[in-house]
């Protein structure tokens, strides 16, 4: 049996208060109701009571002295003044009565139109057959005696007042008010609290559904940008439970260095843009914000491929706000099926783009692929730990050329790793394998000991990449610090070190370029594409040079976006005083591009192919490559 839980019932508290509401109106009303009829009630026994201490002062106080001598036609002129007397005070009858044992007997009284048509007006003397107890007892009361009664004339609410003439005759005036009057009086009293029941329940129904429809709104509506959320996603999902959809799930991931190094407005107004470029391609209402740096985007089957080519089109490499220059990196897992699972699967086609690195992934059920990657990864990983193991592993090496002196100012070293067989090993995803086996570390430390050999006794600058794995591996510190004590000139050293090794691990990495510094080792942040390490906190780590990632070089001839981002990075690094590096450039077209970008030096198949060989004249290294 499933636990009741009131955190996970919302709506739970709503009923509540709605319970607590009706109640407390309902309990309003009552009392509302009871005090008016209680005003009403009191209001009526005074008039009955002041009209019926009237009717002596209109008969005098002597009349009831007299009533041997009286006749009818006294007795008429009476009831004549008390008919007028009760029509002025709005009772229905005003009357005297006298008790002669075992009667009560009218000596006065007054009547209604009504009564005078149907004939139903008393005599004088008359006995009145229908005198109650109430009435009988008010002959010997000191105090007026209230009741309500029924008789010939109908159902009244009576007052009897006791009197005693000069002579000592005893006798009681009276006054009557119908019950249907007073019923009509109390009716009239539950209206208005019926009326002022509704108006209050009209605002608080009013208001609850004002802030129901904000509250629903702000449950599923992200505040900063506007864009529906994971709730709304949900709901979207579940009404299209029966249904095929496509489902795109786009995971930003430099956003929390973005937050980190220029604010959470700055990230907002990405994500925001991000949002905006996909909302405008695709699909209306078809954005979804799931998280900081998450957003999802649903559209039906049918348009997966417009969806999967929407995604393909995203141009990475071009900043997406222009100020600052930012650019963002995605991982998008792509799923297409029945809505109930479709969401889960794409968070998985997310996650394994981003384990391994890439773009985006989409998700199939068939795990057929998915276990034959395993298979390889297997078989891959043991190739890699044999080759290390054996030392079957050698540097190439690959120039760096001043793009305006052209010449060559550094030698690039990197590791090529070699099977029993003496066949290459490639593969494309080699380097998360190195990581995730941690393979890498020793990678770095056998590529370390060669090129420290290998440069030794050369008057050469030259350079090598680092691994985060091998910067938090002890044995490597230890390995490196007993290398650059034997090295005649340090200063001649350039490590590499990945921007996002830096972003995600500052502080690790900070300590690490510390102890660099303060051996002469230069340092290089390579890989850039995000723009945020040049202008923040690149110069108070005293970084050497910066290196764009290869994607720069490869767009910069196609947008012109990219092409500002360069001349923004260049002038950045201008003023930090740092050499800016473009890789990869295949061209002239490139190379030219990025010389009047304010590129310093640059390396790639146009300025020298990647050798195992020094070149044996480094200042003509770049020549001999254009030729």
């Not at 009244?156 to 019950?179: C, E, L, M, N, R």
Request: with cysteine.
């Amino acid at each position: 049996m499933t636990p009741f839980r009131l955190k996970n019932m919302p709506s739970f508290w709503l009923l509540i208060g709605a319970l607590v509401f009706v109640s407390s109106l309902a309990s309003y009303v009552y009392w509302s109701y009871q005090h008016t009829r209680q005003d009403i009630m009191r209001e009526i026994d005074t008039r009955l009571l002041h009209a019926a201490k009237s009717v002596t002062l209109l008969l005098g106080e002597g009349y009831h002295d007299q009533l041997a001598v009286l006749d009818s036609t006294d007795y008429e002129q009476a009831s004549n003044k008390l008919s007028t007397l009760a029509k002025t005070l709005e009772v229905e009858y005003l009357y005297a009565m006298y008790y002669e044992a075992p009667n009560v007997h009218f000596s006065a009284s007054s009547f209604t139109e009504y009564d005078h048509k149907t004939g139903r007006i008393s005599r004088f003397k008359d006995i009145y057959q229908e005198a109650t107890t109430a009435n009988v007892k008010a002959f010997s009361s000191t105090t007026p005696i209230f009741e309500i009664s029924e008789d010939q004339w109908g159902k009244f609410k009576s007052v009897f007042v006791p009197h005693i003439s000069p002579k000592g005759q005893i006798y009681i005036t009276g006054a009557d008010i119908t019950i249907a009057d007073l019923e009509q009086k109390l009716a009239q009293s539950a209206r208005q609290a019926g009326f002022t029941a509704s108006f209050f329940f009209f605002i608080a129904a009013l208001v609850g559904f004002l802030y129901f429809v904000t509250y629903r709104r702000t449950l599923q509506y992200d505040p900063s940008s506007g864009y529906p959320n994971r709730t709304a996603l949900m709901r979207a999902l579940q009404q299209r439970q029966f249904q095929h959809v496509t489902v795109a799930v786009v995971w930003v991931k430099d956003l929390e260095d973005i937050i980190g190094f220029y604010g959470l407005s700055v990230a907002e107004q990405v994500m925001l843009k991000l949002m905006d470029h996909f909302a405008t391609r695709a699909e209306p209402n078809s954005v979804f914000r799931l998280a900081t740096g998450k957003c999802a985007i649903l559209v039906a089957q049918q348009h997966e491929a417009n969806l999967l080519e929407i995604l393909r089109q995203f141009p990475a490499y071009s900043p997406i706000i222009s100020n600052p220059h930012v650019c963002v990196r995605l991982h998008i897992g792509v799923a297409t099926g029945n809505a109930n699972m479709v969401l889960e699967n794409a968070y998985i086609a997310c996650r394994q783009a981003k384990q391994q690195g890439e773009f985006l992934r989409v998700y199939c059920e068939d795990s057929m692929a998915t276990r034959l990657d395993h298979k390889n990864h297997l078989i891959l990983t043991n190739s890699l730990h044999r080759a290390i193991e054996s030392q079957h592993v050698q540097p190439f090496f690959e120039p760096r050329c001043d793009s305006e002196k052209q010449q060559v100012q550094q030698i690039a070293c990197n590791a090529r790793i070699f099977n029993e067989f003496g066949q290459l090993l490639v593969a494309k995803n080699l380097d998360p394998i190195l990581n995730n086996s941690g393979l890498i570390s020793q990678l770095d430390q056998l590529l370390l000991r060669l090129c420290m050999e290998r440069f030794r006794k050369l008057n050469l600058d030259w350079s090598m990449a680092i691994s985060l794995n091998a910067v938090l591996d002890p044995h490597f510190i230890e390995l490196m610090h007993a290398e650059l004590r034997r090295y005649p000139v340090p200063q001649r050293i350039q490590i590499e070190l990945q921007e996002q090794d830096l972003l995600s691990h500052f502080s690790a990495l900070a300590s690490f370029i510390s102890q660099l510094k303060s051996k002469g080792v230069k340092v290089m942040i390579c890989n850039v594409s995000s723009g945020l390490m040049a202008v923040t906190r690149v110069s108070r780590l005293k970084i050497d040079a910066i290196s764009l990632a290869p994607q720069i070089t490869d767009n910069i001839a196609d947008n012109s976006a990219v092409l500002e981002f360069v001349q923004h990075m260049a002038i950045q690094c201008n003023k930090a005083g740092i050499i800016l590096v473009a890789t990869n450039v295949r061209n002239d077209i490139q190379f030219n591009l990025l010389t009047q970008a304010g590129v310093k030096w640059v390396q790639g198949p146009y300025v020298g192919a990647t050798s195992p060989h020094l070149p044996i004249n480094l200042a003509e290294q770049h020549y001999e490559a254009r030729a």
